[in-house]
């Protein structure tokens, strides 16, 4: 379950790198703000998303499975998307584009959401704790909406 959630962020990082690609190839005024709103929306997906799977994890009481490679291929996103969060940033800072910065603080919701998926995981395979993941999870849906809000004013 947690892993399906990951992929369902992975996604939004997809949409909101592409936002990011088409907002650069345009120019306008107009086009940042559809760009940032568009970015916020996406936020505001994940934020909701990760908040009903949590929520149904928690009520049913549902007790995920072990997956080493999941376990390893997280490990593997953390690093990746905690590198690219710093160079969208820097490099958003750099040319003062604030559709680029949204997006590297979407690449570091969707390493938050690795990491936290990647705790409450080995946590659940070695210590048992079924409920970990759905908690960590919720961390996320206190970000993406920060986020979302954030994007989504700049965006007006």
Do not use: C
């Not at 892993?3 to 936002?19: K, P, Q």
């Not at 306008?28 to 929306?41: C, H, N, P, T």
């Not at 505001?44 to 997956?67: C, E």
């Not at 590297?104 to 990647?118: E, F, I, K, P």
């Amino acid at each position: 379950m947690a892993l399906a959630g990951f992929g369902l962020d992975s996604l939004i990082e997809i949409v909101a790198s592409t936002v990011v690609v088409w907002e650069l190839k345009g120019t306008g005024l107009g086009r940042e703000k559809r760009a940032l709103r568009s970015i916020g929306i996406a936020f505001f997906a994940l934020a909701l998303y990760v908040l009903g799977q949590s929520s149904f994890a928690l009520g049913t009481r549902f007790r995920a499975g072990t997956s080493y490679l999941g376990m390893a291929w997280l490990t593997a996103t953390v690093i990746a998307m905690l590198t690219l969060a710093y160079g969208k940033a820097r490099t958003g800072r750099a040319l003062n584009n604030p559709v680029l910065q949204t997006e590297g603080r979407v690449t570091m919701v969707d390493a938050y959401l690795a990491g936290s998926t990647l705790i409450g995981v080995l946590l659940n395979a070695l210590l048992g704790w079924w409920w970990a993941d759905p908690v960590a999870a919720l961390v996320i849906v206190y970000y993406g909406i920060i986020e979302g809000r954030h994007a989504w004013r700049e965006g007006t």
